[in-house]
Structure formats: structure tokens, C-alpha cells
């Protein structure tokens, strides 16, 4: 039978070819590694570990309805801060009037394989109800930007997906699959159409955002035989199947998603698994203790309830914005000491610890995100950008206390 053996070798170019230099295939101290299915990697594994985690449901067995984020392949264009602005692009891009080259050039727009501006512009312009299209984008973490939601501009609108979310009672979990052994495993949840790069880039290594909404609407517009089909819960009947057997009931689709997004916040889910969550969906363990389900489900409840901004906690402000001057973001500066972020020379946010300061979600350093985007854009602090800043804070402050307390809650790992 064929064995397969692995070695790590650390350090510099150098380092490495003096390690080569002085040892051959004989004196190497190799590991014997036993790649399996369904990835054979040709890395060491824990093994037991491994086991434990594959009996967890994988996420896109539980949710089939999933897809990455939009992409557009022109964010400038397609999203902005301003709903005023979004308009104004789109009125122009309809105009007619205007050049093709005109536009191509204001709004810097260059065509690709798939995307001719000539076409887009006449489909744009002979839609009748067009204005049905603008929505709301969560661009990253915290950050929701105005969108516009068509396919002529927007290349990937990934529509199988993002269409249970327009305009609709629904809430999506969104998680990434990092890349890169410098990023973890996270998860967020919104309400909102997710970009593909809402808690992770993809390009830096920190993986794409994927998304699954929590229930899906029947298309009324293809089907009117579906007219007053009622909304279904986007769990798949093997899944539904089991979690009753585990519990001897089925619980509400809400506690279903609180539940998984408890699991997924806990510090020792992410740990213990770390290896596993960076090469595969995320899997879901589940419990037979009907008391340990309700009480993860309900800490769950709460942090969703706090990444949505409805938590009464955020009436609550343990931050302030002080200094004198005019609120635009020119520099993104933390003192650690004084435990403050300045925008600017003079203005800052007073009252942000460093662990709140470094707290990520996926790749983005979330405090820090939020204000180096405004500084790109050259944006100016009104009074609800300071407000929802500061109320970042209380999230971010709220949410690693609930992660510590999901970890007291969990008994013993694996989860029974």
C-alpha cells in the first residue's frame, strides 16, 4: 500500500536551501500523513478531530439555497453612501441623450466580455418600472450602502439568491471559508442583499462571503399557480429529519437559525475546528439536550438581534465623540493609551479598549474598516454616522462577551 509522508521547513530562501544542502531523503524526520476523502490533502491532519467534525451538518446541506454575494464588477458605480447620487447614475446611464462615450468616461465604465455599455444603456432604458431596483447593500461589516439591483449593471446579481431578500420579511446568514492561514472563520447575519466581499475579500485570502437565506418566497412572477404559496423554511427535509430525531420536535425556523449562529460564534467551535473551517463549508454539530439547544438558541438571538442593530443595548453609548474641528476623515489613528480614534487631527472617538479596537469579523479589522472606506471617499461624519459608529462599538463589545458566555453554556466538546 502506498504511504505518503510530509515535512514543514520554516525560515527564509536561504535558510531553506542550507536546510536542503545538509540533509537528504534519509535524514529528513518525516511525518506520515494519511490524505482522505472527499480533499486528500497532502498535509497532517487530526484524524479524531476530523471525524468529529464531518458528524456536523455542513452548512450547504442544511441551507441549499446559497450562493456567494453580488459581485459587480463596478461598486463605484453600482452602490454609493448617498441614495441621492445612486439616482442621478442611474438617470444618466437611461438618458439616451447622453453619448455612450460620455457616460463610459464620467462614471469610468469600461466595458469587459460580457458587459457592452451600448447594450446596457438601451435594455436600461427601455425597462419601464426601473426604479423598483434601487435597494440597500451591505457593502462590510456594519456598513450598508444604496445599490442598485439589476442585472444590466450588475454583472454576478446572483438573482436565485438575493431575490428571497428583496423587498422581503427575511433574514441571511452569510460565512466565509478563508483562504489563508492568516484570516479565521466567521460568520454575520443581516437582512440585507450581501456583497461578495462583506466579511471577506477574496483576493487578500480571507475567502468570498457566501450567503443562505432563512426562508424562500415563491416566485410569483413565473408561477401565479404560486399566488398564495406561503414562504418555506430554506432547510433541506433530511436536515429537518434529523434535528427532530436529535429533539423529538422540529423548533420554529428562527431558533433553527439562532442556534447554528450560537455554534458558530463560540470561540472553541472556531478553534477546536480551525483547520477544517479553512478547507470546507462549515459544519453544524447538533444536540440532543432540548436545554442546551433553547439556551445557545437564545444567545444567538441576541447577537443577531445586535448585528442587525435592534438590540435595546445600543440606546446605551459607553463611547464619545470629542475634539473641535470639522468631522471629515482624513487619518484613522488609535492610541492605545488614551483609548481613543481619531478621523482627523482634532476630532475622536473616546472609549474604545484595544481588544474592541483589533476585533475582526473575517478579513476586516471592523473600527478601522469603517472609517479607512470614508477616508477613501473623502467623506465627512454627520450626526448618524457618528451615532451608528459608536453603536459599532456596543456590538462589537456585546458580541465578545455573548462569544465567552456560548463557551460556559457548551458543556463538553464534541456536543452531544
Not at 494519511?34 to 476530523?50: A, G, M, R, V
Not at 426601473?130 to 447593500?137: I, L
Not at 446572483?158 to 478563508?178: C, G, S, Y
Not at 492610541?335 to 476586516?364: D, L
Request: with cysteine; proline share 6%; charged share 25%.
Amino acid at each position: 500500500m502506498t504511504k505518503f509522508y510530509h515535512v514543514d521547513i520554516w525560515g527564509s530562501r536561504e535558510d531553506k536551501y542550507s536546510y536542503l544542502n545538509e540533509n537528504d531523503f534519509t535524514t529528513i524526520e518525516w511525518k506520515e500523513i494519511f490524505p482522505t476523502s472527499p480533499f486528500y490533502l497532502f498535509i497532517p491532519q487530526n484524524q479524531d478531530l476530523l471525524a468529529e467534525y464531518n458528524q456536523g451538518w455542513k452548512i450547504t446541506d442544511i441551507m441549499p439555497v446559497n450562493s456567494t454575494g453580488i459581485k459587480t464588477h463596478r461598486d463605484h458605480f453600482a452602490l454609493d453612501f448617498d441614495a441621492d447620487v445612486i439616482r442621478k447614475r442611474i438617470e444618466d446611464f437611461r438618458n439616451l441623450n447622453i453619448n455612450d462615450d460620455v457616460i463610459a468616461q464620467k462614471y469610468r465604465l469600461p466595458e469587459t466580455c460580457e458587459w457592452k455599455i451600448k447594450e446596457k444603456r438601451q435594455l436600461l432604458a427601455n425597462l419601464l418600472n426601473w426604479e423598483k431596483y434601487f435597494t440597500r447593500c451591505i457593502y462590510r461589516p456594519f456598513d450598508i450602502r444604496y445599490y442598485y439591483h439589476h442585472k444590466d449593471i450588475v454583472e454576478r446579481p446572483r438573482q436565485e439568491v438575493m431575490k428571497h431578500l428583496l423587498e422581503k420579511d427575511n433574514i441571511a446568514l452569510f460565512w466565509t471559508r478563508p483562504l489563508s492561514p492568516n484570516y479565521e472563520f466567521s460568520v454575520l447575519a443581516d437582512i440585507n442583499i450581501p456583497h461578495q466581499c462583506v466579511i471577506g475579500d477574496k483576493m487578500s485570502g480571507a475567502g468570498a462571503s457566501y450567503a443562505a437565506p432563512l426562508y424562500i418566497y415563491p416566485d410569483i412572477e413565473k408561477d401565479q399557480y404560486n399566488l398564495f404559496t406561503e414562504r418555506t423554511p430554506n432547510f433541506s427535509p433530511n436536515f429537518i429529519s434529523e434535528i427532530k430525531a436529535k429533539l423529538g420536535y422540529i423548533p420554529t425556523p428562527e431558533q433553527i437559525f439562532y442556534y447554528a449562529y450560537g455554534i458558530f460564534h463560540s470561540p472553541t467551535y472556531r478553534q477546536r475546528y480551525a483547520e477544517y473551517l479553512k478547507i470546507d463549508f462549515p459544519r453544524l454539530p447538533l444536540t440532543s439536550n432540548e436545554q442546551l439547544f433553547k439556551n445557545l438558541a437564545k444567545k444567538g438571538e441576541e447577537l443577531v438581534k445586535l448585528h442587525l442593530m435592534e438590540s435595546q443595548q445600543l440606546n446605551h453609548l459607553i463611547t464619545k465623540y470629542q475634539g473641535e474641528g470639522d468631522n471629515s476623515v482624513t487619518e484613522v489613528t488609535y492610541k492605545p493609551q488614551q483609548q481613543r480614534v481619531y478621523i482627523n487631527k482634532t476630532r475622536y472617538f473616546e472609549g474604545i479598549t484595544p481588544e474592541i479596537w483589533g476585533f475582526k469579523i473575517g478579513g476586516y479589522q471592523v473600527l478601522d474598516k469603517w472609517l479607512k472606506d470614508r477616508k477613501k471617499a473623502k467623506r465627512s461624519l454627520f450626526f448618524d454616522d457618528i451615532l451608528h459608529y459608536q453603536k459599532i462599538v456596543i456590538v462589537l463589545t456585546a458580541t465578545l462577551n455573548i462569544m465567552e458566555e456560548i463557551d460556559l453554556i457548551i458543556p463538553k466538546w464534541p456536543i452531544d
